[in-house]
């Protein structure tokens, strides 16, 4: 069967590409397992849910970029909730264990609690649980924690960038202060979400001198603290290697005040580099995609907030999946179109980022990671 692709651009700057996946011509069931050209397997989901925020963090929704005059996606354009629950029935059954919802800021989505009821009652192959968690930045989180919890929400993650107040509302730049962040990280603790991980993005000269006093404010609670390179997504946050701040130097700052030895990844493809207090008042990591990249056994594919699927966080184009959610097509067929998606990626940006041709040829293409989710 000859393949037919289909260019569809980004309704709001025609800068993302995407194409319709093709159908293969011989359809075969799922085996709950499906590997990439490099070997690598399809373990995690990550579906976008909104492409809003009302943060404007400097490194993912810079405000002069993201005005008052940006167009969003309309309603219509987004997955239904029944579109994105089938969507993760049929990567289940390639083998995903773990579904993250992102945006934008998630739980702007009116009544995502549905959503996450839906979903928690998937299974994996192996008739388990799914793993399934949320990124949010806790605005809504006091008052959303028990509604999803008891839809069936397994834990979040919370983007912190600062204890201090001052510096996290330049970094939000809404003025939004941080006692209002860790009161939606204590609600969600307070209901059962756990373990919570807090990730923090550190921009050399903005909010470095935050690494040591974020490590020592959750030292003790049993919530992990994560630290993430400034990363060149997207091409809005004016992104350059000068003002990252390597991991290695991070764990040797935490380390200087209080000692940190390494602890083995919780599974294979894990993005986060483990640490624990050798006194055991708990445990911290750090994601150095930038320094040391990981993409070698990379297992996550994400779904944009209209149903795209992009192959890398450092993408420069998607497969136009709801073409297909929306075109009469039966869930064999669609399944077979992901996992021919997926046979197919060579993705390794990171591990080409020192190339300066490789850099500069992607740079205007990049999807944004508000658009993608984190």
Same mark, same amino acid.
């Given at each position: 069967?000859?393949?037919?692709?289909?260019?569809?651009?980004?309704?709001?700057?025609? @800068?993302?590409?995407?194409?319709? *996946?093709?159908? *293969?011509?011989?359809?075969?069931?799922?085996?709950?397992? !499906?590997?990439?050209? @490099?070997?690598?397997?399809?373990?995690?989901?990550? =579906?976008?849910?909104?492409?809003?925020?009302?943060?404007?963090?400097?490194?993912?929704?810079?405000?002069?970029?993201?005005?008052?005059?940006?167009?969003?996606?309309?309603?219509? %354009?987004?997955?239904?909730? %029944?579109?994105?629950?089938?969507?993760?029935?049929?990567?289940?059954?390639? /083998?995903?264990?773990?579904? &993250?919802?992102?945006?934008?800021?998630?739980?702007?989505?009116?009544?995502?609690?549905?959503? !996450?009821?839906?979903?928690?009652?998937?299974?994996?192959?192996?008739?388990? *649980?799914?793993?399934?968690?949320?990124?949010?930045? $806790?605005?809504?989180?006091?008052?959303?924690?028990?509604?999803?919890?008891? $839809?069936?929400?397994?834990?979040?993650?919370?983007?912190? +960038?600062? =204890?201090?107040?001052?510096?996290?509302?330049?970094?939000?730049?809404?003025?939004?202060?941080?006692?209002?962040?860790?009161?939606? =990280?204590?609600?969600?603790?307070? !209901?059962?979400?756990? *373990?919570?991980?807090?990730?923090?993005?550190?921009?050399?000269?903005?909010?470095?001198?935050?690494?040591?006093?974020?490590? &020592?404010?959750?030292?003790?609670?049993?919530?992990?603290? &994560?630290?993430?390179e400034f990363m060149d997504v997207g091409a809005s946050n004016h992104w350059q290697m000068d003002e990252v701040l390597p991991s290695a130097e991070v764990v040797k700052r935490i380390d200087a005040e209080f000692p940190l030895e390494p602890v083995q990844a919780n599974y294979s493809g894990e993005t986060a580099?483990?640490?624990?207090? &050798? +006194?055991?008042?708990? %445990?911290?990591?750090?994601?150095?995609?930038?320094?040391?990249? #990981?993409?070698? +056994?990379?297992?996550?594919?994400?779904?944009?907030?209209?149903?795209?699927?992009?192959?890398?966080? #450092? $993408?420069?184009?998607? #497969?136009?999946?709801?073409?297909?959610?929306?075109?009469?097509?039966?869930?064999?067929?669609?399944?077979?179109?992901?996992?021919?998606?997926?046979? /197919?990626?060579?993705?390794?940006?990171?591990?080409? @980022?020192?190339?300066?041709?490789?850099?500069?040829?992607?740079?205007?293409?990049?999807?944004?990671?508000?658009?993608? /989710?984190?």
């Open positions: 069967m000859t393949e037919s692709v289909i260019p569809i651009f980004d309704l709001r700057d025609h @800068r993302y590409r995407s194409m319709t *996946p093709s159908i *293969p011509g011989k359809l075969a069931a799922p085996t709950g397992l !499906v590997a990439d050209t @490099r070997g690598r397997p399809l373990h995690d989901l990550r =579906i976008s849910v909104t492409d809003r925020c009302n943060f404007r963090c400097v490194y993912c929704m810079p405000k002069e970029v993201f005005d008052k005059d940006y167009t969003f996606l309309p309603h219509s %354009e987004l997955l239904s909730f %029944e579109e994105i629950e089938r969507t993760a029935r049929l990567f289940v059954a390639h /083998g995903v264990e773990k579904i &993250r919802l992102t945006g934008g800021e998630p739980l702007l989505r009116k009544n995502i609690e549905h959503l !996450v009821e839906m979903l928690a009652k998937i299974e994996t192959v192996s008739g388990k *649980p799914l793993d399934l968690t949320l990124t949010t930045n $806790a605005s809504l989180l006091a008052r959303k924690a028990r509604a999803l919890r008891d $839809a069936g929400l397994t834990r979040v993650s919370v983007s912190l +960038d600062a =204890i201090d107040d001052a510096t996290f509302r330049r970094m939000n730049d809404v003025d939004f202060a941080v006692a209002d962040v860790l009161h939606g =990280i204590e609600t969600a603790q307070a !209901v059962g979400l756990a *373990p919570i991980k807090v990730n923090m993005v550190v921009k050399r000269g903005t909010n470095d001198q935050e690494i040591v006093p974020m490590a &020592r404010h959750f030292r003790n609670s049993g919530i992990i603290l &994560r630290f993430i580099e483990r640490w624990r207090y &050798r +006194d055991g008042s708990g %445990e911290v990591g750090v994601i150095s995609s930038v320094t040391h990249a #990981f993409c070698g +056994d990379c297992s996550r594919i994400r779904l944009s907030t209209e149903g795209r699927l992009y192959l890398c966080l #450092f $993408a420069t184009e998607g #497969f136009d999946l709801r073409a297909l959610l929306r075109g009469g097509y039966s869930d064999l067929e669609i399944s077979n179109a992901i996992a021919q998606v997926w046979q /197919g990626r060579t993705d390794n940006y990171s591990e080409q @980022r020192s190339d300066p041709t490789v850099r500069a040829r992607r740079a205007e293409r990049k999807i944004e990671m508000s658009y993608i /989710g984190g």
